[in-house]
């Protein structure tokens, strides 16, 4: 089964600084239909205006993966850690017990990222945070592990949940299969570029949820760059 939701029907917020589309019910957009899928909890498309970001706060017993997009951001928090994270390039924050961190765009122009949660396996654990390049060249035509926490993608940022967030680039007629458990769930993006997925179309930003299906086909009808999440369902 792949439900098709498109980037017109997701949550919208502006904030002036900040240009969000929740593809899952997050701050004051709610969808009792869309609250998570399995456990991806969040998915945030943010377009961050130059200068500005998301000031220092706290989160708790959370796995947040942030894949940018366009631009860069850069990263601080109350463990002493500081980065900066760039176009196409993956970010890892384990909450854990608690941590408290900024995230803001110090670049001439907009920083546009992903921002995925996903629920970890066990509550509490020290909080932790890294960063790491992830050359598009490397996943041209198929899909590789960014962040994960199943045993044998030891090139990815590791995540204490049994889950994996892939990335994948297409040329305009490719396509890339992935493998997956009919009882795990999975959610996919465009990032951009327009796909099909087992045959349903999707635009650049249309979110598709995925649920008993034994082997995802992504073909790209025009150059396309794919964020894929697979999670316990």
């Not at 041209?140 to 889950?163: E, H, K, Q, T, W």
């Not at 967030?165 to 890339?176: I, P, Q």
């Not at 999975?186 to 099909?196: F, R």
């Amino acid at each position: 089964m792949i439900e098709h939701r498109p980037c017109t029907s997701l949550g919208h917020a502006r904030h002036g600084w900040l240009d969000a589309r929740h593809h899952f019910s997050f701050a004051d957009y709610h969808d009792a239909d869309r609250v998570h899928w399995g456990a991806l909890r969040v998915w945030n498309d943010d377009t961050i205006q130059p200068d500005s970001g998301f000031p220092l706060h706290p989160h708790a017993n959370m796995e947040i993966v942030t894949y940018v997009r366009e631009g860069a951001i850069s990263h601080q928090d109350n463990l002493g850690n500081q980065g900066r994270t760039a176009a196409g390039n993956v970010q890892v924050m384990s909450a854990g017990t608690g941590i408290r961190h900024s995230e803001y765009n110090r670049e001439p122009g907009v920083t546009r990222i992903f921002q995925i949660w996903i629920i970890p396996d066990e509550r509490g654990g020290e909080p932790c945070w890294g960063s790491k390049p992830f050359p598009k060249e490397d996943r041209s035509g198929r899909f590789v592990a960014l962040a994960s926490g199943i045993a044998g993608d030891d090139d990815a940022l590791p995540i204490r949940a049994n889950a994996r967030v892939l990335g994948a680039t297409l040329r305009k007629g490719e396509s890339a299969d992935y493998p997956i458990d009919p009882k795990r769930r999975a959610y996919l993006v465009s990032a951009s570029g327009s796909v099909t997925v087992n045959g349903v179309e999707l635009a650049a930003g249309d979110g598709a949820a995925i649920r008993d299906e034994s082997l995802i086909r992504v073909s790209a009808t025009e150059a396309a760059e794919l964020v894929l999440v697979d999670v316990t369902g």
